[in-house]
C-alpha cells in the first residue's frame, strides 16, 4: 500500500481525497498496488466529513511516520507549505502539489532538495488545473528547442472576461460567479491582477527553457483596466479580450516573460477559449504549434492532476529525476518592451488627430462612442515607439495585440 498524507482540506485537498478514495479501484488495477489515503493535515475540524477520523494538525505525525511515501500539498501559499514542503522532502518523502506560488517562488530550491533526498516534487496541477501540460512539455516535446509559450491560464479572469464578453456582466457580479464556482484563489486579487498567471508562466518558462524564472521579473498587469467599452472595440475588430501569460526564448538565449489583455483575433484558436478553460500554446521547432485545452481551475479537475502524480510519485520509489533547471537571475531576463507588436489605443481625440501621428492606424468603432472618444489598432512597434507616438493623448486603455 502506498500511504498518502494531505496537507491542506480546501477545495483542491478534499477532491484529492475523493478521487484518490473514489478510484481506488480503478488506480489498483491500473497500478497493481493500493493507494490510501492515512492522515489529513488541516487546522480547521470537518465533523461531517467522511474523512474525519484522518484528521491531524500536528505535521510531525507525518514527518515521522515512515509508512507516508507521499504528501500532498495543497495548502496553498508560501508560508507553512514551504516548510512543510521542505520537511517532508528532508524527510525522504515525495511531495505533489498544486501550489503554482510556491513553485513560482522556491521551485528551484525545492527541487535541489529533492534530487538530494532522492525523491519527487511533481507539480503538474499548478499549470492549468486539470490540463496535462507540465509533463508534454517536458517529455513528449523533449525533442524541440521550444521557442514561445501562449497562455489563458486564469480561470477565474476568463470566467470574468467571457462573461463581460457575452452577457454584458459587470466585472464584480462575474466575479462574485466564479468564486462561488470554487475557481477564484482565496484572495481574488491573486487573480485579476495577474499575480496567478504570472506565477503559472513562470514555472513553464522554467520547464521549457532550463532556468527559473522569478514571479518579480515577470512584468505583470491583470483585467482591472478593461472595460466594456475596450471589449465591444475589440469585437468590432474581430477580435476577443484575453489575459494572456507569454514566454519566448530569445536568439541570445535570455528569456522575455510577461502578463497583460490582450486582443486575439477569432481565427486563433485561443479567442475560443470561454469560461473556465485554460488553454496553452507551446512552438517547438519540430511539431510547430501545439495546444492544451481543459478545465484550468475546480475540484475535481485539479484533483485529477494532483492524484495522477501521487501514482507517478508511487510508482517511482527511488527518485528518477523528473525536473531539474538552473537557478535564475537578471542575466536570463529581457524585458517585454523591445518586443514588437500592433497595439490597441483608446483616448480622447478624433480619427483626425490620431492619423497624424499614427497614420496606418485602423480606426475601430462602436455603438454609443462618445465624440470624443477614439479607438484604433497601430502598425508593429515597440512599447517605447508607441509611447513617443502617444505623446501628449490621453489614453484610456493600451493593450497588446497578439500576432
Ligand atoms: N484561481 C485559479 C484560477 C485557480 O482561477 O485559474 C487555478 O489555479
Same mark, same amino acid.
Request: aromatic share 6%; glycine share 10%.
Given at each position: 500500500?502506498?500511504?498518502?498524507?494531505?496537507?491542506?482540506?480546501?477545495?483542491?485537498?478534499?477532491?484529492?481525497?475523493?478521487?484518490?478514495?473514489? &478510484?481506488?479501484?480503478?488506480?489498483?488495477?491500473?497500478?497493481?498496488?493500493?493507494?490510501?489515503?492515512?492522515?489529513? *493535515?488541516?487546522?480547521?475540524?470537518?465533523? !461531517?466529513?467522511?474523512?474525519?477520523?484522518?484528521?491531524?494538525?500536528?505535521?510531525?505525525?507525518?514527518? %515521522?511516520?515512515?509508512?507516508?511515501?507521499?504528501?500532498?500539498? =495543497?495548502?496553498?501559499?508560501?508560508?507553512?507549505?514551504?516548510?512543510? =514542503?521542505?520537511?517532508?522532502?528532508?524527510?525522504? #518523502?515525495?511531495?505533489?502539489?498544486?501550489? +503554482?506560488?510556491?513553485?513560482?517562488? &522556491?521551485?528551484?530550491?525545492?527541487?535541489?532538495?529533492?534530487?538530494? &533526498? #532522492?525523491? /519527487?516534487?511533481?507539480?503538474?496541477?499548478?499549470?492549468?488545473?486539470?490540463?496535462?501540460?507540465?509533463?508534454?512539455?517536458?517529455?513528449?516535446?523533449?525533442?524541440?528547442?521550444?521557442?514561445?509559450?501562449?497562455?489563458?491560464?486564469?480561470?477565474? =479572469?476568463?470566467?470574468?472576461?467571457?462573461?463581460?464578453?457575452?452577457?454584458?456582466?459587470?466585472?464584480?457580479?462575474?466575479? #462574485?460567479?466564479?468564486?462561488?464556482?470554487?475557481?477564484?484563489?482565496?484572495?481574488? /486579487?491573486?487573480?485579476?491582477?495577474?499575480?496567478?498567471?504570472?506565477?503559472?508562466?513562470?514555472?513553464? $518558462?522554467?520547464?521549457?527553457?532550463?532556468?527559473?524564472?522569478?514571479?518579480?521579473?515577470?512584468?505583470?498587469?491583470?483585467? =482591472?483596466?478593461?472595460?466594456?467599452? !475596450?471589449?465591444?472595440?475589440?469585437?468590432?475588430?474581430?477580435?476577443?479580450? #484575453?489575459?494572456?501569460?507569454?514566454?519566448?526564448?530569445?536568439?541570445?538565449?535570455?528569456?522575455?516573460?510577461?502578463?497583460?489583455?490582450? *486582443?486575439?483575433?477569432?481565427?486563433?484558436?485561443?479567442? /475560443?477559449?470561454?469560461?473556465?478553460?485554460?488553454?496553452? +500554446?507551446?512552438?517547438?521547432?519540430?511539431?510547430?504549434?501545439?495546444?492544451?485545452?481543459?478545465?484550468?481551475?475546480?475540484?475535481?479537475?485539479?484533483?485529477?492532476?494532483?492524484?495522477?502524480?501521487?501514482?507517478?510519485?508511487?510508482?517511482?520509489?527511488?527518485?528518477?529525476?523528473?525536473?531539474?533547471? %538552473? !537557478?535564475?537571475?537578471?542575466?536570463?531576463?529581457?524585458?517585454?518592451?523591445?518586443?514588437?507588436?500592433?497595439?490597441?489605443?483608446?483616448?480622447?481625440?478624433?480619427?483626425?488627430?490620431?492619423?497624424?501621428?499614427?497614420?496606418? $492606424?485602423?480606426?475601430?468603432?462602436? &455603438?454609443?462612442?462618445?465624440?470624443? %472618444?477614439?479607438?484604433?489598432?497601430?502598425?508593429?512597434?515597440?512599447?517605447?515607439?508607441?509611447?513617443?507616438?502617444?505623446?501628449?493623448? %490621453?489614453?484610456?486603455?493600451?493593450?497588446?495585440?497578439?500576432?
Amino acid at each position: 500500500m502506498i500511504q498518502v498524507a494531505i496537507l491542506g482540506f480546501g477545495t483542491v485537498g478534499s477532491g484529492v481525497a475523493e478521487v484518490l478514495t473514489g &478510484h481506488e479501484e480503478l488506480i489498483r488495477r491500473r497500478t497493481g498496488q493500493p493507494y490510501g489515503i492515512k492522515y489529513i *493535515l488541516d487546522v480547521r475540524d470537518f465533523p !461531517d466529513s467522511p474523512f474525519s477520523s484522518l484528521l491531524i494538525n500536528d505535521f510531525s505525525v507525518i514527518e %515521522e511516520d515512515p509508512e507516508i511515501q507521499v504528501v500532498v500539498e =495543497t495548502i496553498g501559499g508560501t508560508g507553512v507549505a514551504y516548510d512543510f =514542503t521542505r520537511r517532508a522532502l528532508s524527510a525522504g #518523502k515525495n511531495v505533489v502539489t498544486s501550489n +503554482k506560488e510556491l513553485v513560482a517562488c &522556491h521551485g528551484y530550491e525545492l527541487l535541489q532538495l529533492a534530487k538530494e &533526498h #532522492k525523491v /519527487s516534487y511533481l507539480f503538474e496541477a499548478s499549470v492549468g488545473g486539470g490540463i496535462p501540460v507540465i509533463h508534454p512539455l517536458s517529455q513528449c516535446l523533449t525533442a524541440n528547442e521550444v521557442t514561445e509559450i501562449t497562455g489563458i491560464l486564469n480561470g477565474t =479572469t476568463n470566467y470574468i472576461l467571457t462573461r463581460m464578453i457575452g452577457e454584458g456582466l459587470s466585472f464584480e457580479a462575474a466575479l #462574485k460567479e466564479a468564486q462561488e464556482n470554487g475557481y477564484a484563489e482565496r484572495d481574488p /486579487s491573486a487573480d485579476i491582477d495577474g499575480d496567478d498567471a504570472c506565477r503559472k508562466i513562470c514555472i513553464l $518558462a522554467a520547464v521549457a527553457f532550463g532556468r527559473h524564472v522569478y514571479p518579480v521579473q515577470v512584468p505583470t498587469d491583470g483585467i =482591472t483596466d478593461v472595460t466594456l467599452p !475596450d471589449v465591444d472595440y475589440a469585437d468590432s475588430a474581430g477580435k476577443k479580450i #484575453k489575459l494572456l501569460g507569454r514566454c519566448m526564448k530569445n536568439q541570445d538565449g535570455t528569456v522575455t516573460a510577461f502578463v497583460a489583455p490582450h *486582443l486575439v483575433d477569432q481565427s486563433d484558436p485561443l479567442a /475560443s477559449v470561454t469560461d473556465v478553460f485554460n488553454a496553452i +500554446k507551446i512552438h517547438g521547432d519540430a511539431v510547430g504549434d501545439v495546444m492544451f485545452y481543459g478545465a484550468g481551475a475546480g475540484k475535481l479537475p485539479t484533483a485529477s492532476a494532483v492524484v495522477s502524480d501521487v501514482i507517478e510519485a508511487g510508482e517511482n520509489a527511488g527518485g528518477k529525476i523528473q525536473y531539474d533547471w %538552473e !537557478d535564475g537571475g537578471d542575466d536570463v531576463m529581457t524585458p517585454p518592451d523591445e518586443l514588437r507588436s500592433s497595439w490597441y489605443v483608446r483616448s480622447d481625440g478624433t480619427a483626425e488627430s490620431v492619423h497624424t501621428t499614427f497614420p496606418d $492606424a485602423g480606426i475601430l468603432a462602436r &455603438h454609443g462612442q462618445p465624440d470624443d %472618444e477614439v479607438a484604433f489598432l497601430t502598425g508593429p512597434m515597440t512599447r517605447s515607439e508607441l509611447e513617443n507616438s502617444l505623446n501628449g493623448m %490621453e489614453c484610456r486603455s493600451v493593450f497588446r495585440v497578439l500576432d
